[in-house]
């Protein structure tokens, strides 16, 4: 079975300072990953998925499938950056996702 | 960008009443769309994948009888709460998946929160 896993279900970080939030999956095909985020009072929106290899906001993340993690990170936090964070798995091919319990991320001043 | 509205966005019912929840993709087609729900405190949960113009398919003790669900056009699926109880509270949100599309992603509505006294 698919699952998700974000061992953090709070993580606290200064400005400025780097920030990793954790994600470890377990599926034995091939999974798409992806990060959502839900700021306060918003609705949850997509940040990056695996395959696109991307940065958004600063973010990166990158699928280590040794390791089964995908981690989210970005150098330098910003204040914007406090909310809570998702961690997604899909089938690939497969519609549904698998979400993790979730990561409330508060960037201090 | 892809909008998803839910309607409405909050409601609160007497215990044994039934409640609509509508989702709608207001600017792409979506054959695939997911109901969620979300305790405080928690992540979203799953309840049941509504298929354009085939049955729903439920997540494992998930009621189909009590969350009847339709999704009868490419923009459009209903969740209805039948004979709701209090321990029916919740946040309910949908998310539909762009059809036009080969990703996995989803789209998701702002939630609706029923409160059932």
């Known amino acids: 079975a698919q699952r998700v896993t974000q061992p953090e279900k709070l993580l606290s970080v200064f400005k400025g300072a780097p920030v990793e939030l954790k994600c470890n999956y377990s599926?034995?095909?091939?999974?798409?990953l992806f990060w959502y985020v839900q700021y306060s009072r918003q609705r949850l929106q997509l940040l990056l998925r695996?395959?696109s290899r991307e940065s958004i906001k600063g973010f990166t993340a990158d699928l280590n499938k040794g390791e089964t993690s995908f981690h989210l990170k970005k150098p330098f936090a910003q204040e914007e950056d406090s909310a809570m964070y998702y961690c997604?798995?899909?089938?690939?091919?497969?519609?549904?996702?698998?979400f993790g319990q979730g990561t409330r991320l508060t960037i201090n001043p | 960008g892809a909008v998803v509205s839910q309607h409405p966005s909050w409601v609160i019912c007497k215990s044994g009443t039934s409640v609509k929840i509508e989702c709608r993709s207001l600017d792409f087609q979506a054959t695939t769309m997911f109901w969620y729900r979300q305790f405080p405190k928690q992540s979203l949960m799953l309840m049941a994948t509504s298929n354009e113009g085939s049955k729903a398919t439920y997540e494992q003790g998930v009621e189909k009888d009590k969350f009847l669900i339709n999704h009868a056009s490419l923009t459009l699926s209903t969740l209805t709460v039948t004979s709701a109880h209090p321990e029916d509270s919740s946040f309910y949100i949908c998310?539909?998946?762009?059809?036009?599309?080969?990703?996995?992603?989803?789209?998701f509505g702002p939630g609706t929160r029923l409160t059932v006294t």
């Open positions: 997604a798995l899909s089938e690939k091919g497969a519609q549904k996702l698998v």
């Open positions: 695996h395959i």
């Open positions: 599926y034995s095909g091939s999974p798409e």
């Open positions: 998310s539909a998946r762009d059809a036009g599309t080969a990703y996995s992603e989803q789209y």
